[in-house]
């Protein structure tokens, strides 16, 4: 061990007297910081709470605004949760679900930013694949088939013979015979559903 001269010491000393006196003022100050970061947690906790107790209390006033055919109020309702609660799934929910709604009473703007707040803010995969399909026909319908198509040449996984299905009803009517035929055959490879096959089988029966 390193000896110290009577000099080094000294100098060492005062240091470690002061220590303790520092301490005292310290554990205060950490204790107090301590107290802040829980107060704040739970804050955010209970805030997160309420913020999906209402988020559900809205969501279900527009299924039954939906049920009751009162479509103004379930658009309304879904106005306040897309304003407010975006990043609740029940935003992205009353979204989807309202867009016939917003269609036949606000036209296909309005839907089609449903369609595209639901693709941009929902987290289920699922919800996001039918969005993407109603926005693909809703904008084929409106005249706009390569950006239909745009989407519908990305198919969501799980979703391939749905994707693929709506792809060859374009490119059919868009006279792409072999492309759409090409795109059923696909379709037909990943179809598990009974009434989804029959559809794609009266195709390519009766466009052969």
Do not use: C
Not at 49 to 73: F, K, S
């Amino acid at each position: 061990m390193l000896n110290k001269g009577p000099a080094q010491a000294i100098a060492v000393r005062p240091w470690w007297r002061k220590w303790p006196q520092a301490m005292r003022w310290t554990a205060p100050v950490l204790g107090a910081a301590l107290v802040i970061g829980f107060g704040v947690l739970a804050y955010q906790r209970q805030h997160r709470q309420e913020q999906a107790q209402q988020a559900a209390g809205i969501y279900a006033e527009v299924m039954d605004a939906l049920r009751q055919d009162q479509a103004i109020q379930a658009l309304s309702h879904t106005k306040r949760l897309m304003e407010n609660y975006a990043e609740r799934a029940e935003a992205s929910l009353a979204a989807l679900a309202t867009a016939p709604a917003a269609l036949a009473l606000q036209g296909r703007d309005a839907a089609l930013g449903q369609l595209r707040f639901t693709v941009g803010h929902s987290k289920d995969l699922g919800i996001v694949a039918d969005a993407r399909l109603q926005l693909a026909r809703l904008l084929w319908d409106d005249g706009h088939p390569q950006a239909a198509l745009d989407i519908l040449n990305n198919p969501a996984q799980g979703f391939e013979a749905h994707f693929f299905a709506l792809r060859g009803d374009v490119l059919w009517v868009q006279g792409q015979g072999k492309a759409a035929r090409d795109a059923w055959d696909q379709a037909m490879r990943h179809a598990r559903d009974p009434g989804l096959r029959g559809e794609l089988q009266q195709r390519q029966a009766v466009w052969p």
